[in-house]
Each structure stands twice: as C-alpha cells, then as structure tokens.
C-alpha cells in the first residue's frame, strides 16, 4: 500500500518563510505527528491537522533573515549605538569633556601647520613650465655674471631658453605720473624670454616685443590699478627714481604670491645694457644677474648637470692653478630646480629672503608631536573608561551579542567623539588663523578650511584616531567569555591593558618635556642674538631711503642739511650709507699695493660711506683715524681687524692700498674690531669702508629715545622740504637686524606657543587619568583611610605611579633634546652653548606639574569622608 504524503505546498512555504536550520527541525516534528494522525484519525484530517500547525509555526523568531531586513536592523543598531554612546558620554562629562578639548586642539595645531606647509612646498609650481626651468648660479652666490646665460646656452644644447633678472631699485623705487608719486618694492629688469618661461598673462597689451626695446617697462595688474585707476596704460609714460621715463608697453596679471620672483615691474633689459660700460657687461665675475634655463624635459637638465665644471671651465677659461681657487672658494656652477630655490637655498644676494626646509620639518615635528600627545590621552582615557564596562559587555554577550557587535559598537563611539572633536578643531582653526599667520609671516585664509584636501585631511585623521583609540579596547574587552566578563576579579586580566596605557603615558610625557626644553634652549639662543654685542650700536637709529631729488640735495648740501636737522635736540647724529647692515655688500677685489699683483687674495665686502657714520653707529676705531670730509676726497678705506689677519698684518693703518675691481688705489687710515655686519648665522668676513658718501643710500639718524613719534614726523616734514612730493620711506635700523632672524623668531614664538598648547594638553590627560585612578580605587583609599592612612600617605600612593613614569620620561628626553638642540645651534656660526640648566629646569618644573595634576584629584580623595568612600559602588 502507498504511504500517504503530506500537503507539499505548505513545505514549499515552511522552507520559504523559515531560516534554514528552522525549516527542516519544523518539517520533521511534523512528519512525526503527520503518520501518527493518519494511524489515529485518517488521511484527510491528518492533511489538515498538518497545514494548520505549519501555519501556526510562521513565526517572527523562524523568518529568514532578508536584505530589506538586515539593512532595517543596521540602522536600528546604529541608532542604539548612538543612543549607548550619547548616554556613556554623557554619564562621563568630564572624561568627555577632556577627550574632545584635547584632541580638537591637536587636530586644530596640525591642520594650521599642514596649510603652513602646503603653501610652502607650492611655491614657484603656480608656472606651467615649472618642472623644467632651473636657476644657473653658484654654489654659494644666487647671481651669476650678465653673460653667463647666453654662453651657457651656446654650450649646451640641451637648453631651450634662457632669461635674466637684476635689481633696478633695491628696497625702494618711485614711480611718479606728474605730481603722482608711488613707492614700489620689487623692481626687476627682464629679459623678453622671461615673459615666455613664465607664462605671464597679458591683460592689456600684447606680449609680442614688450621688453625689446630700452626705456620700456611692463606693471603688473594691480599696480596698473593703483597708478592709473580703470585707464588703460599702455603707450602711458612714467618715470622712476625722479631721473629715467619709461613706456609702458603692456600690463599683466599679478604674479603668483606664492613664488620668490616677487616683481610688480619689470622694465627690459636692453635698458641696463644701454646703461653699463661694455667693459663691466662683458666682465665674467661681476654676479649681478639671477639666470634661469629652460629644458624640454627633466633628463635634458640632468644630462646638462653633467657637464657643469666643463662649461665653468670653458666660460671662465680656468686654468689648473686656477682650478684650486674654485676649489678652496667652493665656488662651483650648479643648476637647482626653481621648485628647490624657496626651500633649499640660502646662497649670497638672493631674490629675497627665502624659507628653509629645516624649519619646515620642525613645524611637521611639532604638529605631529601635538597631535600625538592629544591622541595618547584620547587612547588613554578611552581604554580606562572602556576596560570599566567589562560587566556591561558580559551582559551583552550573555544576551547573544555577537564579537563584531561588539568591536562595532566601540569603534562607533570612539568615531563619534573623533568626529566631534574635528569639527571643534575646525572652528578653532578659523578663530585661530590671524593668530597663527601673525606667528609663522604666513597668509592662510580661514575658507581655504573648506578645500577639499584640507577635509580630507581632517577625516583621515578622525578615522586614524577613531580606530586607533577604538581597536585596542574593541579586540580586548570584546575577546573576553561571558563568565571572564561577569567575574569580580578583573585586574589580572587588565594588567597588559595598564600596562599599555602607562606606556602611552610616559611616550606623552617624552614628547612634551621635548618641546619644553626646546623652546627653553630657542629663548636663550634667540636671548643670545638680541643680547650679543655686534660691533655697533643700532638702537634708535632711523635708515630714510634717498633717491632721485632727495639724493641729489644730500650730495651737493650734506653738510648744511645736516646741521640742519641737528638742530633738533632730539636728533644726536646723522651720516650717509650705501647699504644698511644686513645687506648684501658689493664684493671686489682689495690687496695692499705692496702685495705680489699676480697672487690670490681673498675678496672683500665693500661699504661707501661719509665721515658720520662710525659715530653713529658708535664703532669705535682700533687705530688710525675716522674719514675727514675735507682732507678726504675719495679713495680712501678703512678696514676691519678680519682683513688685516688674512692679510697677517698687525696694524695696515698708512699702507696704500689697491681696490682691484675699479682700479682705484688710496691709504688704509684706519682699523676697527670686527662688527657682525651679516646675521650670526655667517662669520665675520673681511670688510672695507669706503669714503663715498655720493654713493648714499640711506640716512641715517641717531634720535634720542623719548618721543620718538614727533622726531620721525620732523624727519618727514625735513623731507618734504628738502625734496617736494618725495615719498618718506624710513625703517628703524634694529628692525632691520631682527628681519635677518625672521625665520629664528617665528619659530621661536611657534614654540613659545605649541608648549602652551603640549603642557595644556598633557594637564587634561593628566587630570583625567588621574581621576580615572582615584575612582578606580576609591573603596580602598576608605578602608585605608578607616585603618589611619594619613592624608599624605594617600596623597603619595596615588601620585607615585606618575612620578616615576614622569622620571623615565625625562631619563629619555634629555638625551634626544642634547642632539637635536645641537643640531639647530650648528646653523648659527655664533651660538649658547647650552648649560645643565637647560635641561634641569623644564625636568623640575614637569615632575612638579605632574605632581599638581595628580596631587589636586589625590587630595581630594584623601581628604574625603571614609564613610562615602567606603559607599561607593
């Protein structure tokens, strides 16, 4: 007989509905009881007792587990996460509060610094051709000589082009319209392959024949602006200095702000041709130009690299004695990649005063640092607090919370408070940035925060921290069993996690005192600069920049106008000078004339400068005499003690002297020390001062100290007197020195500031953790405090662990800090040598904040009730 079959259409929705493992336990109770009802009641009623049990068998908890359906549990489980998160932060407001404070000022430190040094590794790549163009120089000066170019690119043919930049007016020229007057800072000639190499825009005029012709000149858009308003100035005339008229042939768009070419006019270069004796152009050692050459392609420059001391060789036509001067005066031809120059060149007579890679990757160092100080106490406080809900998690696990739940749900919660705190960092950051570009001379906007890499930035952090500060805690507390997690006894199993977390501790502690003691060493050494006695006295001195109508009249009436402003008794006293101090000076050949004219003789600096200029800048003379106006009518030096020891001479004072670049010959009629006329970062060089007060650059003024504004106002007026419609262009002379440490003092107050920023930062870390310590073991400071534990006693054990871990930081720290202070100091020929207590003061002062931090949430632990300690939990 045929055994009888159930209904199959109610199996087909059985293994439809149920999940799998449901499905066949429910179709084979069912088959069971399906041969027991047709034994005991018949084939039909057995078919409909088994339909209607399988029907009542399509229950929630058998359902398959669909796609709509897992995508709807996500989000609910991502809702009660966030709810679990929100509760735990608000349940720890002040592990909270200290999570996020601290992190969003690291975020924010590095942030700022990535734009800082986004925009300085941009520079000069705004050009298209950019990645071919290369600076023809020397190894130590930037200029090269006004021939070199043209006979670099004859000698090699894989040179596309070549162009040349001069100065025209120094720190100063005046462009007047008429009555017009208008002081303009970077002047340059350029040759009409410049206009080409660097792809300037035209605006108005055409770039065909712009800077061919002599007397013609090209602005940039917003000088046009200033000068000629909307008017179009092509075919317009202007003059500049008061003495040369110029066409203006076209006018093009500013030049990238963001390069070391910072020229607002360029006027051709055949003018400068048209201006200089054949004789000085054709001269191979005179470096007046900044040369640059185009290539193809990057392997053309490197095959040209090649080839360099055969071009010197040929250009200079150097012989092998010849050959041991370049040697000795490392004075080799080199091509360096324009993208390089901003960063990585610090030569003679540069474009202007450049950057440097070193500080660079200080900032990157400091920012990193910050950042890793914010994040240990984020990791820190985040697995404490996390390693305290291990009871929370053997409750979920017991409940049926699977291990990725589990790691979601602390990944989750460390994301959050990452997020939270970068979108603090962001608004900080827009806050902060006048700040921080008064600090680092930079010129950060706050919306280029919204650029797209800068975003980016900010999440990779937030998701670097968030996994970092989640994982740990996540992996660890999720693999423990539901009976470990539940058990009382937890330190043994959360020992590796202390352990960890006073590692973290003491890395955050090597880190901040490293800072400390930088910025400690950086204040002494920039003590140093300011302290050091140069040679002369530049305090209250005013330099006022003379040119055109001004010039003439000090040259021709110096002596009246003088005695003029002397009247004045707040003026001391006043002198000529062809440059200021920091300037680089003219190089030239200089020997006595009683020395063999066919040796060798190292080159000297060059000052011109009337009889009143020892006086006030207070250099006193070793021997011989000041410049006498009347008995000296030129040709006449004084020289400092450097020169003489080179020369092996004790006392030159009456020997006659030849000045070899200008064929000049005059007696030596004095001796002073030597004076740091350059930055402390060079040593002294040989120096000669020449009487030429026609060669005036500057005047300089001694004023006296008290109401220093009216005696600057009576020097404009003085001006305005002497030379109509002038432009009053002064400095303060001791500014001028402090300009030559820009990048020194920049860095000094970014680490005055980021030590701030790293103590506060350690201090919410600190409190923090100690807290977490003192709750951890509030129980047993009560039977402590009942069995008479002193209040210092309590005080001790608790702050002793982070004493220790502050002693090993600084056994760390010292020695690091003693190599890299050392390495910064060898940039600066003249440097402290740093004493013990460059150390031992920032050591002593961390322990003692460590101790305060810890020592106010231990006190108050061991000054509270034993009775509510002995409550707690």
């Not at 799998?20 to 336990?25: Q, R």
């Not at 317009?236 to 990238?256: A, M, R």
């Not at 000297?604 to 021997?623: H, P, W, Y």
Request: hydrophobic content about 45%; glycine content about 6%; some cysteine.
């Amino acid at each position: 007989m045929k055994q009888q079959q159930p209904p199959q259409w109610i199996n087909r929705l059985l293994d439809w509905y149920c999940s799998g493992e449901y499905a066949n336990e429910i179709r084979g109770d069912l088959l069971e009881l399906f041969d027991r009802w047709v034994e005991e009641n018949g084939a039909r009623k057995a078919s409909w007792l088994y339909v209607v049990n399988g029907l009542m068998f399509l229950r929630m908890y058998n359902a398959r587990i669909r796609k709509t359906q897992i995508k709807t549990n996500q989000m609910t489980m991502i809702t009660h996460y966030l709810k679990i998160a929100g509760r735990n932060m608000a349940r720890q407001k002040l592990y909270t509060l200290a999570n996020i404070v601290g992190l969003s000022v690291g975020i924010a430190v590095s942030l700022m610094i990535f734009l800082h040094v986004d925009k300085e590794l941009s520079f000069d790549k705004a050009y298209p051709k950019h990645d071919n163009i290369y600076r023809l120089a020397a190894t130590t000066w930037a200029k090269s000589s006004p021939t070199q170019g043209e006979a670099f690119k004859a000698y090699m043919p894989e040179v596309k082009e070549f162009c040349r930049f001069a100065d025209f007016g120094g720190e100063l020229t005046v462009l007047n319209v008429g009555e017009d007057f208008f002081d303009v800072e970077h002047v340059y000639l350029a040759d009409q392959s410049a206009i080409d190499m660097f792809d300037y825009q035209f605006v108005n005029g055409t770039a065909e024949g712009a800077l061919t012709r002599p007397g013609t000149t090209l602005l940039t858009e917003s000088l046009a602006k200033k000068v000629f308003g909307t008017d179009n100035p092509v075919g317009q005339t202007i003059e500049l200095n008061e003495s040369d008229k110029f066409e203006v042939t076209g006018v093009i768009k500013d030049l990238p702000a963001n390069s070391h070419i910072k020229a607002e006019l360029l006027v051709s270069m055949p003018t400068f041709m048209k201006w200089v004796d054949a004789d000085w152009y054709s001269n191979k050692g005179w470096m007046v130009m900044y040369t640059y050459v185009l290539f193809d392609n990057q392997q053309q420059a490197e095959s040209a690299m090649t080839k360099m001391l055969d071009f010197q060789i040929d250009y200079r036509q150097i012989t092998e004695e010849g050959m041991a001067e370049v040697k000795a005066e490392n004075f080799f031809y080199e091509l360096m990649p324009l993208t390089d120059i901003h960063l990585q060149s610090n030569k003679i007579q540069e474009m202007g005063p450049n950057s440097s890679a070193t500080y660079i990757y200080i900032f990157i160092t400091l920012a990193v640092f910050i950042t890793i100080i914010a994040c240990v106490n984020f990791v820190n406080i985040f697995v404490t607090i996390s390693m305290r809900r291990i009871k929370e998690i053997g409750m979920r696990k017991v409940m049926g919370a699977k291990r990725g739940q589990l790691l979601q749900q602390f990944l989750g919660e460390s994301m959050l408070t990452s997020a939270l705190s970068a979108l603090v960092a962001l608004v900080l950051c827009a806050i902060a940035m006048p700040f921080y570009n008064s600090l680092a001379g930079s010129g950060i906007e706050a919306v280029q925060l919204l650029e797209l890499k800068y975003l980016a930035f900010v999440a990779g952090i937030v998701l670097l921290i968030g996994l970092l500060a989640g994982a740990y805690p996540a992996l660890v507390v999720s693999g423990f069993t539901a009976t470990k997690a539940l058990s009382a006894k937890r330190d043994a199993r959360t020992s590796g996690v202390s352990g960890f977390r006073k590692g973290l501790v003491v890395f955050q502690f090597v880190l901040s005192l490293f800072i400390i003691i930088s910025t400690v060493a950086v204040t002494e050494q920039m003590n140093f600069v300011r302290d050091k006695d140069l040679g002369f006295s530049a305090s209250h001195v005013v330099a006022v920049k003379t040119y055109g109508k001004m010039k003439e009249q000090l040259v021709e009436n110096r002596e009246s106008l003088f005695a003029r402003l002397k009247q004045n008794p707040a003026i001391e006293d006043v002198s000529l000078s062809s440059n200021l101090m920091g300037d680089q000076l003219s190089v030239e050949g200089f020997r006595l004339a009683s020395m063999d004219p066919d040796a060798d003789y190292p080159s000297v600096n060059v000052l011109r400068v009337d009889e009143g200029f020892l006086s006030t800048l207070d250099i006193e003379l070793l021997s011989g005499r000041t410049f006498q106006p009347k008995a000296d009518t030129g040709g006449v030096y004084i020289i400092n003690k450097k020169l003489a020891d080179l020369w092996g001479i004790e006392n030159p004072v009456g020997e006659m002297a030849e000045q070899m670049t200008r064929n000049e010959r005059g007696p030596i009629i004095g001796m002073i020390d030597d004076i740091h006329y350059y930055s402390l970062h060079r040593e002294v060089e040989p120096l000669v001062i020449e009487y030429k007060p026609w060669w005036t650059g500057y005047m300089l003024v001694e004023i006296d100290a008290e109401n220093v504004p009216q005696t600057v106002a009576y020097l404009e007026n003085f001006v305005q007197e002497v030379a109509p419609a002038s432009i009053f262009h002064y400095r303060f002379l001791d500014d001028r020195i402090d300009a030559l440490y820009k990048e020194e003092y920049s860095m000094f107050k970014i680490f005055r500031v980021f030590s701030v920023l790293a103590i506060m930062i350690s201090c919410i870390g600190l409190l923090g953790l100690a807290a977490i310590e003192v709750q951890r073991r509030t129980k047993e400071i009560g039977i402590r405090k009942v069995l008479g534990a002193s209040n210092q006693g309590i005080l001790g054990l608790l702050s002793r662990q982070f004493v220790v871990m502050v002693g090993i930081a600084i056994v760390v720290t010292v020695p690091l800090s003693i190599y890299a202070i050392g390495e910064w100091l060898a940039n600066f020929e003249y440097h402290i040598i740093p004493g013990a207590l460059t150390y031992v003061l920032p050591s002593v002062f961390f322990i003692m904040l460590a101790f305060a931090m810890v020592g106010l949430q231990a006190f108050r632990a061991a000054t509270a009730n034993p009775s509510d300690s002995l409550r707690y939990e």
